[in-house]
């Protein structure tokens, strides 16, 4: 066993993890706390001496209204109406409608994980804090998508400085790694990795970022003594969770992955082989001691000691299974581990008519992929295309508004792909991200478009450097969560392990991602010239997340008041979710839930453009052809997929309001293709 057994009780803040200095004593857990009602003069942890004891007076927080009545239903508590009790996954829920709240709001994918964040929020937490204990929850109820063994990035602001902070956290490439690190064995070896690929080989495998940048986060932004942020996620994993329709599939459709792992068979799979069903409870002690032990010691006894031990192990094995297969090792290092740094980065904000759009640099590309189409979108009048229909579900998008949108998209990704990756290691054309965002030079793509024809595959701007960037793949194990805190500080956080199950690797209740395949495999292109997002040493590989903060616009042009946060995971189509969810809230005047709600449409830089087929607004049957927005997007030249579209986006706004308390509400929605839930200091 690795680590002391799990407290029963809540365990006792380590003394040099303790709230940071600048806010020990509670002065400023009250401050600007409008609806804290307790405790404020006293110890800062809310008077009682739990540092996680509710401090608003609405009894009905952090809880659902359920039932004929309206109800409050505490998640997680197995009552009728309990968003947390397991239902069958299915493609998208209609119905959902957007959750208001006084003064914070969390949205995530999980309605354990929600709960979670709101109890923190609700005890006078800060977003940062609540990040922590979301992210803690997720990676025990939603490991397919997050957890402790991927990276994430997470857009941070801070009502009080008024700044918008990037925290990196993206898994790097361990020093051992070559350019051909994912492409064959070794130079003696030019097989394929295995088994089948490098993605469930130990090659994929990042070294972890998610613990280290959360923090730094929390270093800068916490207000909660650390280890108190894990104890909701030690307690789950302690007492066990009913397993989620969309766990219960990741484990079915990973099982041929997963069974070559002896851990993760032990704990996704009944003792006849069967994976564990819908409703099943499970309970994770291997993740519940090694959260306890990140909550003693912090990030470092995870980085370091018998878990960063077993980190490596795993990544070196090198067969599993029964019978047992080869799996190509990886090269990671403890003194990978040890020198692994969260980074803080500047984040990309640039204007978009009356608003400052705020995204994650690179090494993603998504902040910048989803500003420069919103910067060529801004040359079109799309108030003009307001989505018809019933807009509860966020209503049809037009012809034009597709089109237009789609081609904004083709040319911004046609950039990202020739220009974006670890800027470490291959800096932007001109040194800037300016180069590739300035107005003049998005209103010559601008032109580029056509009213009347899909230009089908976009051209990259002439803007300096020849360097390619394609991925080998780009899946779906990710997630996004958005946090407002009762102070106005927010948080915008996409957290990821990559593909459904990462690479299959476990150890210690934890997934290892598989994040390296989203470097590119080769080093150089069909011409020879050199690919920005090729394989090098402790360098990261180029994401599409795009975690985004929304401010208004102030009147002499500065940033302004915090206005939205969202995002989505998605792949590479993440940038098209922004964006769709964006252009709904900000030039169609959709509130939360129905931005998020909308039709998931776009394309990256091909001929194909996107309509989400879940959606139940779209006619899909006779392949399209008794929709019009089907076969007026065909009609333009566009070459539509109806395929499904899994995006879970989370989108907290916070609507100006002179009647209501304060002058402003927040607004919430979770996505209804995924499983998650909006709480908050709901009003009752
Ligand atoms: N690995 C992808 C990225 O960083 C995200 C994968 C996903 O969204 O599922 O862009």
Redesign the pocket.
């Known amino acids: 066993m690795l680590h002391a057994p799990v407290p029963a009780t809540r365990p006792a803040p380590a003394a040099r993890l303790d709230a940071p200095a600048r806010l020990r004593g509670g002065f400023a857990l009250c401050a600007g706390a409008a609806l804290v009602l307790a405790g404020c003069g006293g110890s800062g942890d809310g008077g009682s001496g739990d540092p996680l004891a509710p401090q608003v007076g609405n009894a009905n927080a952090c809880t659902v209204t359920a039932g004929a009545n309206g109800a409050a239903v505490v998640v997680g508590s197995g009552l009728a109406g309990d968003p947390s009790a397991p239902e069958p996954a299915s493609g998208y829920r209609v119905g959902k409608t957007a959750v208001r709240a006084n003064s914070f709001m969390v949205s995530t994918a999980n309605p354990l994980a929600s709960k979670a964040g709101c109890e923190v929020l609700r005890a006078g937490g800060s977003a940062a804090d609540a990040a922590v204990a979301v992210q803690m929850v997720l990676g025990l109820t939603e490991p397919q998508s997050s957890g402790i063994g991927g990276g994430a990035f997470m857009l941070h602001y801070d009502a009080t400085s008024k700044r918008v902070q990037a925290y990196d956290g993206r898994e790097t490439a361990p020093a051992a790694a070559t350019a051909d690190y994912l492409r064959w064995v070794s130079d003696t070896d030019r097989s394929l990795p295995q088994p089948g690929g490098a993605r469930a080989s130990g090659r994929s495998i990042g070294t972890p970022g998610a613990v280290r940048m959360l923090e730094l986060a929390w270093k800068d932004h916490g207000t909660k003594p650390w280890s108190a942020l894990f104890t909701p996620a030690i307690t789950t994993a302690s007492n066990g969770f009913p397993i989620s329709g969309r766990l219960a599939d990741a484990i079915a459709g990973g099982a041929s992955g997963l069974k070559r792992d002896a851990e993760a068979t032990a704990y996704f799979f009944n003792a006849d082989g069967s994976p564990k069903a819908l409703g099943t409870v499970l309970r994770n002690p291997a993740y519940a001691n090694t959260l306890s032990a990140i909550a003693a010691g912090g990030a470092d006894a995870f980085y370091t000691g018998t878990i960063a031990q077993a980190i490596v192990d795993k990544i070196r094995i090198t067969s599993g299974g029964t019978p047992a297969v080869a799996i190509t090792p990886g090269l990671t290092t403890l003194a990978d581990l040890s020198g692994y740094q969260a980074k803080r980065r500047e984040a990309v904000c640039t204007t978009y008519r009356a608003n400052w759009v705020c995204g994650m640099p690179p090494p993603s590309s998504g902040g910048i992929a989803v500003a420069s189409a919103l910067g060529i979108l801004e040359n079109f009048d799309l108030s003009a295309e307001k989505p018809t229909g019933n807009l509860a579900e966020g209503g049809r998008p037009t012809v034009r508004a597709v089109h237009l949108v789609s081609e904004a998209e083709r040319l911004a990704y046609a950039d990202r792909d020739k220009y974006v990756a670890d800027t470490d290691f291959t800096p932007l054309p001109g040194g800037s991200w300016n180069s590739m965002l300035n107005k003049p030079y998005l209103q010559s793509r601008a032109r580029t478009i056509s009213e009347t024809r899909s230009m089908g595959t976009a051209q990259a701007g002439a803007i300096g450097r020849n360097a390619q960037g394609v991925s080998l793949v ?5 997630t996004h969560f958005t946090i407002v805190d009762s102070r106005g500080n927010a948080v915008a956080m996409t957290t ?1 392990v ?1 593909a459904g199950m990462g690479s299959y690797h476990f150890t210690n209740g934890f997934i290892l991602n598989n ?1 390296l395949t ?1 470097f590119s495999a080769t080093a150089t292109d069909s011409t020879g010239a050199p690919i920005a997002n090729s394989v090098q040493p402790g360098k990261r590989p180029r ?3 795009a975690p985004t903060l929304v401010f208004r616009k102030a009147d002499d042009g500065s940033l302004g008041d915090f206005h939205m946060g969202t995002g989505s ?4 189509t ?1 940038i098209q979710y922004v964006t769709k969810t964006l252009v709904g809230a900000l030039d169609w005047g959709l509130n939360a839930q129905q931005a998020t709600s909308l039709m998931d449409f776009g394309a990256a830089n091909s001929a194909t453009t996107n309509l989400g087929g879940e959606h139940p607004l779209l006619n899909t049957a006779n392949n399209g052809n008794n929709d019009p927005l089907v076969t007026g997007l065909r009609a333009l030249g566009h070459t539509v997929s109806l395929a499904a579209q899994s995006s879970g986006t989370s989108t907290v706004i916070r609507v100006r309001d002179t009647a209501a308390t304060g002058g402003s509400y927040l607004q919430g929605g979770a996505d209804p293709r995924r499983e998650g839930i909006v709480l908050g200091d709901s009003p009752q």
Do not use: A, L, N
């Not at 780009?474 to 990710?478: D, Q, S």
């Not at 995971?569 to 590479?572: A, K, T, V």
């Open positions: 780009e899946e779906r194990g990710t990821t990559e994040q989203d994401s599409s997340m995971p998605g792949g590479s993440i």
